[in-house]
């Protein structure tokens, strides 16, 4: 009698466990599936890394962009400082031998 209850234990033990292992197998996605999903993964975190960078590059652009007023007028002011500093009188030319030859001294000592 207890060979018969094992033999019946062996038989449905076999049943569940490849029930069990069937429906694990059953459970999981096919490789294709999963290739696909880690493609769209890596191409999803790509476009973030660019949506990102543009961003960044956009900041900048608008930073430079408001920061160019601020040059025009640097620039123009500097423009004014260089006609102002063209208009220097010039000295009146050295005629006489003595201004020249004190000229002379003088820029030679400089050295």
Known sequence: MWQKVWAK?????????AAIVGLFLLGQKPRWVKEK????????????KIKDEREKLKDKADEIK????????????????IAAAGKVEKPDPLTDPGDIAGFIKDRSRRK
């Open 66 to 81: 408001s920061s160019l007023s601020d040059f025009d007028k640097v620039v123009k002011e500097q423009d004014e400082k």
């Open 9 to 17: 234990v062996k038989e449905w033990g076999w049943l569940v466990l």
């Open 37 to 48: 999903e880690r493609e769209i993964k890596q191409r999803d975190s790509a476009i973030e």
